[in-house]
């Protein structure tokens, strides 16, 4: 780190604190050159994910997006506000390992449909309505028996009656 008094390029690290957030590391530092201290802060950088939309129009990804559409899927259900942010803080998680610059919102859907299927069914129905864009009755009918077909099946597994 270079000191901004007298240029050199050597300093040791007196004190490192972390900030009250924890979004940030604050490091006190001396000049080996000049004996001058001072502090300097290191933060994560992050790369902005863009998201791309069924139109092809790209905007910055937003968990907030995501958090109002659980909401509003959960609406009337007991599903806790905590849940809905370790929901929404599991799907943020998942899109910044794909460690990719851009993701389709339909990617981020899937992604959003599988945490709500684990966490309750009412609202993955609901989520799923809006999300699959559902044209007629027969098509979301389908979709409900699938479901069902699938949801037995999880049972049977988990009961140990399952496929081999």
Do not use: H, W
Not at 29 to 42: D, I, M, Q, V
Request: hydrophobic share 30%; with cysteine; glycine share 6%.
């Amino acid at each position: 780190m270079k000191c901004n008094k007298c240029g050199c390029m050597d300093s040791k690290v007196i004190d490192s604190r972390m900030s009250e957030d924890g979004t940030s590391i604050r490091r006190r530092r001396e000049c080996l050159g000049c004996g001058r201290r001072f502090t300097t802060y290191e933060v994560i950088e992050s790369t902005p994910v863009l998201v791309v939309k069924s139109d092809g129009a790209r905007q910055p990804f937003d968990p907030d997006k995501i958090r109002r559409g659980v909401i509003k899927a959960c609406e009337k259900r007991p599903v806790t506000a905590e849940k809905i942010n370790e929901l929404v803080s599991n799907v943020e998680k998942q899109v910044y390992n794909t460690l990719l610059q851009e993701i389709s919102s339909k990617e981020i859907g899937e992604y959003v449909m599988k945490e709500l299927k684990d966490l309750d069914e009412v609202s993955y129905i609901r989520f799923a309505s809006v999300y699959r864009d559902f044209r007629d009755v027969t098509t979301f009918v389908e979709f409900i028996s699938g479901l069902e077909k699938l949801m037995k099946d999880d049972k049977s597994d988990a009961n140990g009656r399952g496929k081999k």
